[in-house]
T-cell receptor
Framework: AQKITQTQPGMFVQEKEAVTLDCTYD???????LFWYKQPSSGEMIFLIY??????QNATEGRYSLNFQKARKSANLVISASQLGDSAMYFC???????????FGKGTRLHILP | EPEVTQTPSHQVTQMGQEVILRCVPI?????FYWYRQILGQKVEFLVS????????KSEIFDDQFSVERPDGSNFTLKIRSTKLEDSAMYFC???????????FGNGTRLTVT
């Protein structure tokens, strides 16, 4: 069965520092996708970044990058030059190509300190 | 940018009543989903819908729940005989392809009293 693990329930980081949010996953399927979503206090779910299991390069989107280490089954999110507006809950998620659903980890609450 | 819209944003209902949560997915998307998030907890998959039928459902999605796409644009979640533990934020999502990123609506906060 698929499983997503986020071991950091909460993090405090100084503004302008880089942040790494951890995510490990477990699947026996060779083909899968990995996602990160941001949920601010207002509650909406915002898609940040996607990594396919066969992608050779780590995904990047602006200040977000995904550190994909396939052998270790990890998909950490790196946020460079953090901003106050980055304070939110962050969810790692995974899909298998035989299924169409995405399952989510428990999330990490990130607090950016001024 | 096109977005998924959900109505109402907040619904309060009494235990035992039926509620219908409504969603308008992005127009060219083919896959539709409902997720639930109990306050402060993880986002849980309820059901996926493709080609006018349920493609997968979780163990949460029992006979109390049903989904419909009645008119080619709306996608509804019906919860019959609501219970206190159904209180949660319900998110609708859609995607263009299977396994492509989900686009979420802003959610409906359901409060069962």
């Amino acid at each position: 069965a698929q499983k997503i693990t986020q071991t950091q329930p909460g993090m405090f980081v100084q503004e302008k520092e880089a942040v790494t949010l951890d995510c490990t996953y477990d699947t026996s399927d060779p083909s899968y996708g990995l996602f990160w979503y941001k949920q601010p206090s207002s509650g909406e779910m915002i898609f940040l970044i996607y990594q396919g299991s066969y992608d050779q390069q780590n995904a990047t989107e602006g200040r977000y990058s995904l550190n994909f280490q396939k052998a270790r089954k990890s998909a950490n999110l790196v946020i460079s030059a953090s901003q106050l507006g980055d304070s939110a809950m962050y969810f790692c998620a995974m899909s298998k190509n035989r299924d169409d659903k995405i399952i989510f980890g428990k999330g990490t609450r990130l607090h950016i300190l001024p | 940018e096109p977005e998924v819209t959900q109505t109402p944003s907040h619904q309060v209902t009494q235990m035992g009543q039926e509620v219908i949560l409504r969603c308008v997915p992005i127009s060219n998307h083919l896959y539709f989903y409902w997720y639930r998030q109990i306050l402060g907890q993880k986002v849980e998959f309820l059901v996926s819908f493709y080609n006018n039928e349920i493609s997968e459902k979780s163990e949460i999605f029992d006979d109390q729940f049903s989904v419909e796409r009645p008119d080619g644009s709306n996608f509804t979640l019906k919860i019959r005989s609501t219970k206190l533990e159904d209180s949660a934020m319900y998110f609708c999502a859609s995607s263009e392809l299977a396994n492509s990123p989900l686009h979420f609506g802003n959610g409906t906060r359901l409060t069962v009293t």
